[in-house]
């Protein structure tokens, strides 16, 4: 149980584009997930607390414009990297806390995203 | 200051041994703590959490917890080479779920 899927696992996209990541949990409710972004030899960065039905919180210096954030259901939110740059390249990582818990987060695989 | 800290590493242990990783917290208010494993070019996965003083044990690994000394600890008896990994130390602070993590610790165990 408490698996969480992310889609895509690897992007590669034009500088300027822009680049959406599916996070999903396959078999249970999710009120709350977390999206991190991990740079290489460096620890988890949370960028943002994503709950069903309303707005975002983004961690202080994430901006909020360019890092979209959805979180449309109980089994699904999504990040969208707006007009990406090479900077922006990075190991996007996201949670899910079941429902009715707060105390520990499930992780999904990981999405590798390259900005050429 | 950070609010998880973790001696990065690597630490190295001979197959068989024990490992012992040790992490610190600067907000007393934390409730819940957790390890998680992470190998190179993947997502971390949860080993074990606590939430009380003492010591719990899954399998080969035991964490252990001093709310007062606010030190978290996680022991690896018998290490196997495929225990070779980050480990990384979170905590909650109390009340919120936001999940702040260490550096992680560097783990290598040699056949």
């Known amino acids: 149980g408490a698996v969480v899927s992310q889609h895509p696992s690897w992007v590669i996209c034009k500088s300027g584009t822009s680049v959406k990541i599916e996070c999903r949990s396959l078999?249970?409710?999710?009120?709350?997930m977390f999206w991190y972004r991990q740079f290489p030899k460096q620890s988890l960065m949370l960028m943002a607390t994503?709950?069903?039905?309303?707005?975002?919180?983004?961690e202080q210096g994430v901006e909020k414009d360019k890092f979209l954030i959805n979180h449309a259901s109980l089994t699904l939110s999504t990040l969208t990297v707006t007009s990406a740059h090479p900077e922006d390249s990075s190991f996007y990582i996201c949670?899910?806390?079941?429902?009715?818990?707060?105390?520990?987060?499930?992780f999904g695989p990981g999405t590798r995203l390259t900005v050429l | 200051q950070k609010e998880v800290e973790q001696n990065s590493g690597p630490l190295s242990v001979p197959e068989g041994a024990i490992a012992s990783l040790n992490c610190t917290y600067s907000d007393r208010g934390s409730q819940s703590f957790f390890w998680y494993r992470q190998y190179s070019g993947k997502s971390p996965e949860l080993i074990m959490f606590i939430y009380s003083n003492g010591d719990k044990e899954d399998g080969r690994f035991t964490a252990q917890l001093n709310k007062a000394s606010q030190y978290v600890s996680l022991l690896i008896r018998d290490s196997q080479p495929s225990d070779s990994a980050t480990y990384l130390c979170?905590?909650?602070?109390?009340?919120?779920?936001?999940?702040?993590f260490g550096i992680g610790t560097k783990l290598q165990v040699i056949p």
């Open positions: 994503s709950n069903e039905g309303s707005k975002a919180t983004y």
């Open positions: 078999d249970f409710q999710a009120t709350t």
């Open positions: 979170a905590a909650v602070p109390g009340g919120y779920q936001k999940v702040t």
């Open positions: 949670s899910a806390t079941p429902q009715g818990r707060t105390d520990t987060q499930y």
